[in-house]
């Protein structure tokens, strides 16, 4: 019973670290209305980015990492502005939106193999001592993943529900042409959500990758699955829903690797959204519109 009660504090770790990324993808979805499998490429782009401005550069970590997400944010910019624009200007169907995400994936990937190489690398990070908080047995850095996804988490419900651009994000979700015609600037909106969710990637591919020490240029491969059960257990397009998913499946993930094995884990979280869609095709929360 203890190493399960243990297993389901590194699973809060891990839905700390989904939720970030899922609530991302979610986001983006929400207001473009098209998934971007290029999504877990960014991830680790933003690792890379991380690494070089900490250990080429003797950055600090935390400025380097800050720094990084602030870069993706920008790069997610001007990939929506130099490629997905003109497919939407063109009203391009959405699956090929969705092939151009996909290639764009494997460019992104092919990109950082060519610079960084296709070895490993790690951050030279101390992880700190662990910390008894009751049953669970936690490192500083795994706390502080968990402390950051819960203000970021309570950060984005601030947004999309006091801020104007928040309010605007949701009613694109909800109507786009409507949302424009209501005088709201679409492109404008697009781009900040843009910005926002490269930001979050960013900040979910460092955080991933500090969780597993070492990392390549694949390493978010499988993760980009999960991160996509979440998304779609939640209900798509439902940035609550996305918090929730993460929460269910990085818990079920991990006591998995307990009670059965750690080779499964992923594929038990497929299993667990397979039921719960057969149960409740909509995802977990449903509203009216997405964001």
Known sequence: MGLILQSVGFGLVTASVLAVASVGLTLQFGVTNYINFAYGTFLMLAAYLTWTLSVKAHLNFILAAAVACVLMGVIAVGVARTIFKHFVDRQAPLFYLLIV???????????????????????????????????????????????????????????????????????????????????????????????????????????????????????????????????ILGGIGHPYGAMLGALVLGIITEVSAVVVSSAYKDDIAFVALIVVLLLRPQGLITSRGRA
């Not at 951050?123 to 001592?129: M, R």
């Not at 959500?193 to 070492?214: D, E, K, P, R, Y």
Request: charged share 10%; glycine share 10%.
């Open 101 to 231: 995400t996909f290639g764009l994936s494997l460019i992104v990937s092919n990109v950082i193999e060519a610079i960084w190489g296709p070895g490993f690398e790690t951050y030279n990070l101390s992880v700190g001592t662990p910390l008894t908080l009751g049953p669970f047995s936690l490192t500083p850095t795994q706390l502080l993943i968990m402390g950051l996804a819960v203000v970021l988490m309570l950060g984005i419900h601030f947004m999309l529900t006091r801020t104007v651009l928040g309010k605007a994000m949701r009613a694109m979700s909800d109507n786009r042409d409507l949302a424009q015609v209501s005088g709201i600037n679409t492109d404008r909106i697009t781009m900040w959500t843009w910005f926002i969710t490269g930001c979050l990637a960013g900040l979910a591919g460092i955080a991933l990758t500090v969780t597993t020490v070492s990392f390549g240029p694949t390493s978010a491969d499988s993760f980009l699955f999960v991160i996509f059960a979440a998304v």
